[in-house]
T-cell receptor, first 110, second 114 residues
Framework: QQPVQSPQAVILREGEDAVINCSSSKALYSVHWYRQKHGEAPVFLMILLKGGEQKGHDKISASFNEKKQQSSLYLTASQLSYSGTYFCGTANFGNEKLTFGTGTRLTIIP | DTAVSQTPKYLVTQMGNDKSIKCEQNLGHDTMYWYKQDSKKFLKIMFSYNNKELIINETVPNRFSPKSPDKAHLNLHINSLELGDSAVYFC?????????????FGPGTRLTVL
C-alpha cells in the first residue's frame, strides 16, 4: 500500500522551515527521500534504515520513527532551489522494492 | 557524462501502435528499474532486473515486455498501446536490488497515446 505524505502541498517564503511527513500502514525497513523538479527526474536526497540514526546534510535532515512507521523530512531555512515535489519511498521487511508516497509539492517564494 | 540515459525523451503515437523505450546506464550498476509516473505524479514500479534477470514484475499488463540484453541496458517494449498508457516512464539503476542503496533515475520518456 502506498505511503501517505503530508502535507500534499505547501508554500513557504525563502528562509522558512518545512516538515514533510511520510506514513506507512506496514512495518518499515528503510525510507528513501527524493526531490523531483518540474519536468525532471527524481533526485536522491537520503536513506534512513531501521535502527539507524537521523540523517542530514546541509540544511536538509530526516528522521525515522519505527514504532510509528513514519519518517519526516526537515528543510531548514529553505532556499528557492528547494522547490519541487518531495517523495518518500518505503521498503518493508522481506520486500526490497520501493513503494513511493503520494508526494508533497513544496513551493518557495522570494 | 550522463549516468542514466533514455531515448526517446518524447513519444507521441496512436492507439494500437507498438513502441519501445531504451535505457542505458554507465554507472556499472547491477540493477535496473522501470517506473511509471501518471498524471497525478504517482510514481510506481513496473519491473526490476538484476544482472539481466527479472526480479520484480508488478502485475503490469503483458502488453509491456522489458528486455535486458546486458547489465547496462534495459528496454521497454509496449504492444497495442492504450490511452491509459500515457505517462512519463522513468528508468533507474542501483548497485543492487536491496533497499539499502539510492536509485539513480534517467530523464524520463513522456509517452502520449492519442
Amino acid at each position: 500500500q502506498q505511503p501517505v505524505q503530508s502535507p500534499q502541498a505547501v508554500i513557504l517564503r525563502e528562509g522558512e522551515d518545512a516538515v514533510i511527513n511520510c506514513s506507512s500502514s506496514k512495518a518499515l525497513y528503510s525510507v528513501h527521500w527524493y526531490r523531483q523538479k518540474h519536468g525532471e527526474a527524481p533526485v536522491f536526497l537520503m536513506i534512513l534504515l531501521k535502527g539507524g540514526e537521523q540523517k542530514g546534510h546541509d540544511k536538509i535532515s530526516a528522521s525515522f520513527n519505527e514504532k510509528k512507521q513514519q519518517s519526516s523530512l526537515y528543510l531548514t531555512a529553505s532556499q528557492l532551489s528547494y522547490s519541487g515535489t518531495y517523495f518518500c519511498g518505503t521498503a518493508n521487511f522481506g520486500n526490497e522494492k520501493l513503494t513511493f508516497g503520494t508526494g508533497t509539492r513544496l513551493t518557495i517564494i522570494p | 557524462d550522463t549516468a542514466v540515459s533514455q531515448t526517446p525523451k518524447y513519444l507521441v503515437t496512436q492507439m494500437g501502435n507498438d513502441k519501445s523505450i531504451k535505457c542505458e546506464q554507465n554507472l556499472g550498476h547491477d540493477t535496473m528499474y522501470w517506473y511509471k509516473q501518471d498524471s497525478k505524479k504517482f510514481l510506481k514500479i513496473m519491473f526490476s532486473y538484476n544482472n539481466k534477470e527479472l526480479i520484480i514484475n508488478e502485475t503490469v499488463p503483458n502488453r509491456f515486455s522489458p528486455k535486458s540484453p546486458d547489465k547496462a541496458h534495459l528496454n521497454l517494449h509496449i504492444n497495442s498501446l492504450e490511452l491509459g498508457d500515457s505517462a512519463v516512464y522513468f528508468c533507474a539503476s542501483g548497485t543492487d536490488p536491496s533497499s539499502y542503496n539510492e536509485q539513480f533515475f534517467g530523464p524520463g520518456t513522456r509517452l502520449t497515446v492519442l
